[in-house]
């Protein structure tokens, strides 16, 4: 990427100067999983046009990351009457910047763990060095949609320190850490996120991560998953035809509750403003997506004509997708099983279903712990790759009456049905690392006629089916178990998808006016991958072998990179 102007540390004069515009071929069991920063891939069944939000099937794929789809209106107003709401006001810190998190006195709990997490995060603290002098985002708003972690505040604050002013909201309702939400919004941006969020609350600040006042929106999107992206593309198209024929958007169109609340913030903002998402696409110079969720809309919208804006592909950044779902599960799934249960993995008999990277690291994580694993799969490929490492392949049927923990990673839905947890053993853990809650059939188990459901803590229940008396171990919902039971991924693998982050962001900034992106999904060159990936050796204590001339001529590469094609799977 040489049209980024960045110090020859940083930048290989003999890489392409511009960012590919690739297809992806998505096929297989293969996971998608939101750690922190989420990735993932999806089976063949994900592809489901009844999951769509609009008649038009903008977004084919599951649009939204708060809430299972099938889950009935009745069961989301029992869910918001069980737990605290907050009331939707925007409050405001003494500097005059906007807010709403839960507990401004947990921001020096927040500050301290910030530091701790940037000792751990060498690749933004090289960015911070590099570009911090020549403030290149100056004059920038970025609205991000993704968890507010502590990871997630050492990004936000890069990008301030970049010269970035930001508003920022969570992509779960469950993933915000609100001691890293508090030290943000008192010392450094715009946050809007609790852990805990009802779906109100949830599209409100989304709404409210997006809206820097009448004169438009953000100048770029961090987005994770795609929500952000998607209510500005669903409210053009609600502003054009409340335009060609008055028509407002009606809620009662959809049986869809989460759809119905999006689609009135866009009504109440077609009332206040008729422009209000057009003069956001206007100034949107462009947006780059985190997950392999957020990646797959893009694809889509560029395919049928309707991005409304260049994208870039972060997720397909070998430093991310290959470190951020594969290491960085392995290392939160054993945290939140154990921190939700106290179980004892040794010995156990775990089930993974999927074996792309996220359920890589799940097995391995499993196996390391003493369990004996069985993974289910729909690529033979995978399927192979795990025979090759030792794990045997099976049906969710086979399994069903002798795994006593089970855990989706496949980023497609209806993997774990109500029919199959009925027939589980008493105790079995049930949970989900995929990026949507909708792999565990929570609308079908808490619809089940007598089912009892006992919270033994926040985010661990105890579902009891009448007939058997034999119940189920349930974690975050059915949501991303490492974040709603634990804290995710560790600050040093989200480094290396962040550092990716910033990078895409600075590029697409530095070419806003060039022309150079049109409205298609780009991805970032390899020698940026091996970059970031250089910018971590040195906190883990390697050294890099050098190539002499004469080697480098032999395998046709220049000394200092980049070592692989594009095309070289890792």
Known sequence: MESLTVPSSFCSSSSSSKLKSTQVEIDGEEEEEDGNGGVGRYGTGGCNPDRSFSSSNLFILPPLHALSYALSS???????????????SVDKAASGREYKVKDMSQADF????????????????ACRTEFGPSQPFK?????????????TAVLIETL????????????????????????????????????????????????????????????????????ATLLIHEGVKAEEAYEKNGQLPDPASTDNAEFQIVLTIIKDGLKADPKKYHKMKDRLVGVSEETTTGVKRLYQMEGNGSLLFPAINVNDSVTKSKFDNLYGCRHSLPDGLMRATDVMIAGKVAVVCGY????????????????????????PICALQALMEGFQVLTLEDVLSEADIFVTTTGNKDIIMVGH?????????????????????????????GVKRITIKPQTDRW???????????????????????????????????????????????????????????????????????????????????????????????????????????
């Open 356 to 379: 792309g990277d996220v359920g890589k690291g799940c097995a391995v994580a499993l196996k390391q712990g003493g369990a004996r694993v069985i993974v289910t799969e729909i690529d």
């Open 464 to 570: 009891v089916f009448p007939d058997t008396k034999t119940g189920i171990l349930v974690l975050a919902e059915g949501r991303l178990m490492n974040l709603g039971c634990a804290t995710g991924h560790p600050s040093f693998v989200m480094s290396c998808s962040f550092t990716n982050q910033v990078i895409a962001q600075l590029e697409l900034w530095k070419e806003k006016s060039s022309g150079k992106y049109e409205k298609k999904v780009y991805v970032l060159p390899k020698h940026l991958d091996e970059k970031v990936a250089a910018l971590h050796l040195g906190k883990l204590g390697a050294k890099l072998t050098v190539l002499s001339k004469d080697q480098a001529n032999y395998i046709s590469v220049p000394v200092e990179g980049p070592y692989k094609p594009a095309h070289y799977r890792y």
């Open 74 to 88: 009745s069961s989301l107003n029992k869910k918001a009457e069980t737990s605290a709401t907050m009331e939707l």
């Open 139 to 151: 004059g920038a708003r970025i609205t991000g949609s993704l968890h507010m972690t502590i990871q």
């Open 160 to 227: 301030t320190a970049l010269g970035a002013e930001v508003r920022w909201c969570s992509c779960n309702i469950f993933s915000t850490q609100d001691h890293a939400a508090a030290a943000i919004a008192r010392d450094s941006a715009a946050v809007f996120a609790w852990k805990g969020e009802t779906l109100q609350e949830y599209w409100w600040c989304t709404e409210r991560a997006l809206d820097w006042g009448p004169d438009g929106g953000p100048d770029l999107i961090v987005d994770d998953g795609g929500d």
């Open 421 to 449: 947890m009925r027939k589980m053993k008493n105790n079995a853990i049930v949970c989900n690392i995929g990026h949507f809650d909708n792999e565990i059939d929570m609308h079908g188990l808490e619809t089940f006629p």
């Open 110 to 125: 927040g500050r301290l763990e910030i530091e701790l997490a940037e000792v751990e995060m060498p690749g933004l603290m």
